[in-house]
């Protein structure tokens, strides 16, 4: 793979020094970062330049989101979140299958990319179907499967299990953890369990909490 120089009128490194560059120069070997700096200082070698101008910067990360769901997008919108989740979203979401996944996550990660927004963290279903998206829109993704009380069972783990080996690539763009949906749908002993069953992978929980004063107040 050739490398790539790319120049724009300011670099936001977001390294541990808060470099910024204006201009700046980046050169990209083999899809990693291997020089960034001021215009004008990079080495000068026969390298494929690219002078995009504008602001180059690492990509943002949506740290919680249900990217499919973008295809019932303003579906209950002013309901309370019971309602909402019983009867907007999940009848809605019963009735879809994997292609519609596959197609919800690649509209999603469409917009996201227009925003500047590269990594999603996903609770979802489907999670066969999000990884194959994100394979081919090429954005990263933190999969973490959801489980819900109606789908908890050792075999839902043992699924989740096998996913995790054939997926799981934190030096790549497949990064695996786990999603309990909620205390109120599981239950508190299910989401120790589920605590636990993470902590034994090292897996990031991720799970809904405090979403509504109801909730925030029992806690």
């Known amino acids: ?40 200082s990079e080495e000068e070698t026969d390298i494929q330049t690219h002078k995009i101008g504008g602001l180059l910067m690492p990509g943002l990360v949506n740290a919680h989101c249900h990217t499919p769901m973008t295809l019932v997008r303003g579906a209950g919108d002013g309901l309370p979140l019971g309602r909402w989740l019983t009867e907007a979203m999940w009848p809605r979401e019963g009735k879809m299958n994997e292609e519609d996944a596959y197609w919800g996550m690649t509209l999603g990660s469409a917009e996201m990319f227009r925003a500047g927004v590269t990594t999603s963290c996903e609770m979802y279903l489907f999670e066969e179907a999000l990884v194959e998206a994100a394979n081919s829109s090429g954005a990263r993704l933190v999969m973490t499967p959801g489980v819900f009380e109606s789908s908890y069972s050792e075999s839902r783990l043992q699924n989740f299990t096998d996913f995790y080996n054939r997926h799981h690539d934190p030096e790549g ?41 109801g909730e925030s107040s029992q806690i």
């Open 1 to 40: 793979m050739q490398s790539q120089r790319y120049i724009a009128d300011t670099i936001v490194t977001c390294d541990a020094n808060n470099n910024v560059y204006s201009p700046g120069a980046i050169d990209i070997e083999e899809g990693k970062i291997i020089w960034v700096g001021t215009l004008g």
């Open 173 to 213: 763009k497949i990064t695996v953890g786990i999603g309990p949906h909620s205390a109120y749908d599981l239950g508190i002993p299910a989401c120790i369990e589920l605590a636990e069953f993470a902590r034994s992978l090292d897996l990031l929980f991720h799970i809904h909490l405090a979403e509504t004063r």
